[in-house]
């Protein structure tokens, strides 16, 4: 559906409910209605139009409007376009209405919106604590204006109350946050009968560091290093992110051959990612051959990274406006060298490891995430594609010079372990095959354009396709070039209920099979 | 004198041995996933660490779990001395005593199971149960292979079994005693949290049986326990390269020469038996935990197919 025909058509639906409409930066287009009629707008475009939700985030605009905003994003995937409801809450009545019940990914957003801006859903299935813990006092929310960022609150010795599965020889595992071996924290409290599970409930969040919070008092040049270091391996992608947004707003043009060196960096870093977590499936079933392979590769990528740019983590690479340096002169030749080596040794894993029926015997039918579970949640990336959804950012959203290339989106329906596996293998081919294609068709010319001064309370989203899927960042400018609001989405915020539901029917042992064939951020979800 | 030298020299030869299967056993799997590995002295360093350090109890804890450190080491060097190192003679020998070392081995198991459920921990419940499912699933095959031994070699004694066995030409080539062989070295695999029963390497509190029940225990405790485990580890090793692949036969002197090469002979055969273990623990992945079963069933059915070829073929 076009902007105007949608347009019309809600007009004609619901002619009382909205106020204003705009479109920007060619896609985004932003409805303003009346709080009280969010409900059935959000459930007409979610369930009849079937655009699915993106991200729900608030924003504190008393010091502009004298109120707080909440905005739903909405995406038509098949049509590039971005459709963001805003809605206004008076600080008087400090609640809005909550649409979990019937667009059922909504859920988290409005329980991290009640967290951090003391926004009540009204009608939220489930509105405990998300984002803080119990521990946290009450009525005090961080993300408010009048919150200072280097207060510290007194924390209190309240405990977070877990969901209780009772009958008989129903018991519960408490799980980490300190687990046993070197990775990041995470509470999961599992309700089993036997060994098999009957639910799991995850607890994060212990890593929060206030990363949107300390952008707002940034400037636009230092929330750039901010970005980057959202997320320790999503490096990159979060910088490119950040990066789109700034250029939209600035209305700059990229310079093509910046473009393509994007596009080479974000394949280099996927690719890292992806053989990372295939070495951890391989681990995780005691497969050392397949698993050091793949670390082996994992290596291999690293070092790409640092001939290229001396930085094995791609920081400072990016820069709002296109890329600090020329990274990529006179190195074609090494490179491609490298590449296909990758290729030929993953080829030749792949080979093996297909053909290992205890392996394929352990990473089928363990942990499926069923189609219609991961579409209500809006699963993303590897996670969504195993089961049946075939969203990319880099085909949806087309960013940098993906529009240019040819590739593929792998797609499988099982939703199973090896499924998200067969994704990951998939892509780690197509991103050698973009970086190849990047090096052979990459323009000459400029590699940056400076930016002009950005105006105060501009707008713009940036998407890119992360190695663990869709990620969205929205900035608002504030006065003299700094950061009003930095709401970032992670994949892994989408794909963490997601998990849940997939562990669900399997036996523990199974759990950090399926645990890590997601390979969720844990730091990059907490931000 | 002499026996108790002997006695003496068996346990040392049990002590110093043990931690070197084990560092065989990981460097040769690093070696297959073209790693370059620790050190093949790795777990002499580790024991040598641990017991310099004090432990950390949980204050829940009953005495059971002081105890049972000394516990599985006192069982575990019990059921060596029963296994003859040199197939000349075990230091002690007595009829059914086969069956003993595979109760003496349960007791420690018994014990560790225990620890695990006493420290309150998340995971020692949860180890301890998977143990005694493993277990109780292992040792009706355990027995089979056992009495169809036995019946071979006419004894329950392992000394006259390895006895009666140097006079079998090529043991391991008679289709009773290849199909007991396989059985044992399941059990062995079983019995010693290898791959693809557990994984003796993974950091995976929830996947883990062995390494849960010991997880509470710290310091020399640990060093204990890991030492225990390493000279089980060697007690079933010896019984299945002593009992299949008897070499004493071939050594023609006695007295202290012929021991020590009988030592040699034997270091030789743990030597390559470890590569062996190491080999297949490389080749296969763990089973998904319902999946144990089935490669217990495999063993049980080798275990009566070995025992009905016994009285089909003989030995």
């Excluded at chain 1, 002619?15 to 287009?29: A, G, K, M, Q, V």
């Excluded at chain 2, 081995?105 to 995971?123: C, E, H, S």
Aim: net charge neutral; hydrophobic share 45%; with cysteine.
């Amino acid at each position: 559906m076009t902007i105007i025909k949608l347009k019309s058509n809600l007009l004609d639906i619901f002619p009382d409910d909205i106020h204003r409409s705009t479109l920007i930066n060619d896609n985004e287009f932003y409805i303003q209605v009346d709080s009280r009629s969010i409900v059935k707008i959000c459930t007409y475009l979610n369930g009849e139009l079937g655009y699915a939700l993106l991200t729900i985030f608030a924003n504190d605009e008393r010091t502009l409007t004298g109120k707080y905003a909440i905005y739903y994003g909405f995406a038509d995937r098949k049509k590039s376009q971005l459709i963001i409801i805003k809605t206004e809450i008076a600080p008087t009545a400090m609640s809005f209405q909550s649409i979990s019940a019937k667009v059922h990914a909504a859920s988290s957003y409005e329980r991290e919106i009640k967290d951090l801006f003391g926004l009540i859903p009204l009608g939220h299935p489930d509105a405990k604590r998300l984002v803080l813990h119990g521990n946290w006092p009450n009525g005090i929310y961080p993300l408010r204006k009048d919150y200072d960022l280097h207060h510290k609150p007194h924390f209190s010795k309240k405990e977070t109350k877990f969901k209780k599965i009772t009958g008989e020889g129903v018991f519960e595992i408490p799980v980490g946050p300190v687990h046993a071996g070197i990775i990041e924290p995470g509470h999961f409290r599992f309700s089993l009968a036997g060994e098999p599970i009957l639910n799991l409930e995850a607890q994060l969040y212990y890593v929060h560091k206030g990363i949107e919070k300390m952008a707002e008092s940034m400037s636009i040049e230092k929330c750039f290093y901010l970005s980057e270091r959202i997320s320790g391996d999503e490096t990159f992608t979060n910088s490119l992110a950040y990066c789109q947004a700034i250029e939209k707003i600035a209305g700059v043009e990229v310079p093509p051959r910046a473009e393509y060196m994007r596009v080479l960096f974000a394949e280099l870093e996927r690719l890292t990612s992806h053989l990372g977590d295939l070495a951890g499936i391989c681990l995780d079933v005691a497969y050392g051959f397949a698993a050091f392979q793949f670390r082996m590769m994992r290596g291999w990528t690293y070092l790409i990274a640092d001939d290229l740019c001396g930085m094995r983590f791609l920081r400072s690479v990016n820069k709002p406006g296109g890329l600090r340096m020329e990274f990529l002169e006179s190195k074609e030749k090494s490179l491609i060298d490298q590449l296909m080596k990758i290729k030929k040794e993953l080829e030749d894993t792949v080979v093996i490891i297909k053909q290992n029926t205890m392996f394929i015997d352990r990473v089928e039918n363990t942990g499926i995430l069923k189609s219609a579970i991961a579409f209500d949640l809006n699963a993303v990336g590897p996670g969504g594609r195993a089961s049946g959804i075939s969203h990319d950012v880099r085909k949806n959203f087309p960013y940098a010079a993906y529009d240019k290339l040819t590739f593929d989106t792998p797609n499988y329906v099982d939703g199973d372990v090896n499924s998200r596996m067969r994704v990951k293998l998939d892509e780690c081919f197509i991103s050698i095959s973009l970086m190849l294609q990047v090096i052979e068709t990459m323009p000459k010319g400029p590699i940056k354009e400076s930016l002009p001064k950005l105006l105060s309370h501009q707008v713009a989203f940036g998407m890119t396709e992360a190695p663990r899927g869709e990620n969205i960042h929205w900035i608002m400018t504030g006065e003299n070039e700094t950061i009003f609001r930095y709401k970032i989405r992670t994949p892994s915020f989408c794909n963490w209920p997601a998990l849940c539901y997939a562990v669900s029917g399997n036996i523990v042992p199974d759990f950090p099979l399926i645990n890590k064939s997601f390979n969720l951020s844990y730091a990059g979800n907490d931000l | 004198m002499a026996i108790v030298i002997y006695i003496a020299l068996q346990l040392v030869v049990m002590i110093l041995l043990a931690p070197l299967v084990n560092g065989i056993i990981k460097k040769v799997k690093a070696l297959t996933q073209k790693r370059r590995g620790a050190p093949v002295l790795q777990m002499y360093f580790d024991l040598y660490k641990l017991l310099n350090k004090s432990s950390v109890v949980s204050q829940v804890t009953s005495w059971i779990f002081i105890a049972t450190p000394y516990i599985i080491v006192s069982s575990a060097l019990t059921a060596a001395l029963l296994v003859p190192v040199t197939t000349f003679a075990s230091p002690i020998a007595f009829p059914f005593d086969i069956i003993m070392l595979v109760y003496v081995l349960a007791l420690g198991r018994f014990f560790m199971g225990l620890a695990a459920l006493d420290a309150g921990g998340t995971f020692g419940g949860m180890g301890s149960s998977r143990e005694a499912m493993i277990s109780s699933l292992i040792e009706p095959s355990l027995l089979v292979s056992i009495f169809t031994i036995g019946l071979a070699s006419q004894s329950t004694s392992i000394n006259d079994i390895m006895l009666a066995m140097q006079s079998v030409s090529l043991p391991l080539l008679r289709p009773a005693f290849t199909l007991t062989f396989f059985a044992l070295f399941i059990i062995l695999i079983a019995e010693t949290s290898r791959i693809p029963v557990d994984d003796p390497s993974t950091h995976l509190e929830l996947t883990m049986v062995h390494e849960a029940m010991v997880l509470e225990y710290s310091g020399r405790q640990l060093a204990l326990m890991e030492l225990g485990a390493a000279i089980k580890q060697l007690v079933l090793i010896t019984l299945i390269i002593n009992v299949f692949l008897p070499h004493d036969q071939f050594i023609a002197y006695a007295g202290i020469g012929g021991l020590m090469l009988s030592l040699l002979v034997y270091l030789i055969k743990v030597i390559g038996f470890s590569v062996l273990i190491a080999v297949f623990e490389a080749s296969t992945v763990k089973f998904r935990f319902f999946s144990i079963p089935n490669l217990a069933a495999l063993s049980f059915i080798l275990a009566f197919l070995g025992f009905l070829q016994y009285f089909v073929l003989g030995r």
